[in-house]
């Protein structure tokens, strides 16, 4: 594989509201992401939910039919989202209505952020930025990066991958 096929890609939620603060939508996101890898769609290198955003680096291996994986994940996650809210705080699902002809909800921004890594160096910045971004006094989420359970810090510095979707980078 080619390193520039490898992308830090961010995706945020709507008008940066904190939809991700819910454990029970974190997991939609995981779920997706499993899916990605285990139908070979995508490789995952590295990713944090944040309570407002997603970062990942990761690389596509093939479309989901005529769709990319990233508009696979979009799509999925948000229908899930939206179900999970009708459900559980249909309150908060008002906060999502849009205007635009093509759905009645939005949840992630257009046009996430894709850009291609280039080197090994800028990709290990790049990890380590995900990594530490739970930690920052800005969010305050722990700690220590290992200890944020959203995020593949704990499988870079002990092994663990609790969702089981991770690629090490030097594979």
């Not at 939809?19 to 995508?42: A, F, G, M, R, T």
Request: one cysteine or more.
């Amino acid at each position: 594989m080619e390193l520039q096929d490898i992308y830090f890609y961010t995706d945020t939620i709507v008008d940066f509201k904190h939809l991700l603060e819910d454990d029970n939508i974190k997991l939609i996101i995981i779920k997706s992401l499993c899916y990605l890898v285990e139908h070979k769609l995508v490789r995952i290198f590295g990713y944090v939910i944040m309570p407002n955003h997603i970062h990942l680096i990761w690389t596509r291996l093939a479309l989901n039919g005529k769709e990319s994986p990233a508009g696979s994940f979009a799509k999925y996650t948000a229908h899930q989202i939206k179900k999970y809210l009708q459900t559980n705080n249909p309150l908060q699902l008002l906060n999502y209505l849009s205007n635009k002809n093509d759905r009645r909800y939005q949840f992630w921004k257009r046009d996430p952020l894709a850009i291609p890594l280039s080197t090994i160096k800028i990709l290990e910045q790049k990890l380590e930025y995900i990594h530490n971004n739970p930690a920052v006094e800005k969010w305050a989420l722990c700690n220590l990066p290992e200890d944020y359970r959203w995020s593949s810090a704990r499988f870079y510095l002990k092994g663990i991958d609790e969702f089981c979707f991770l690629t090490h980078y030097e594979e």
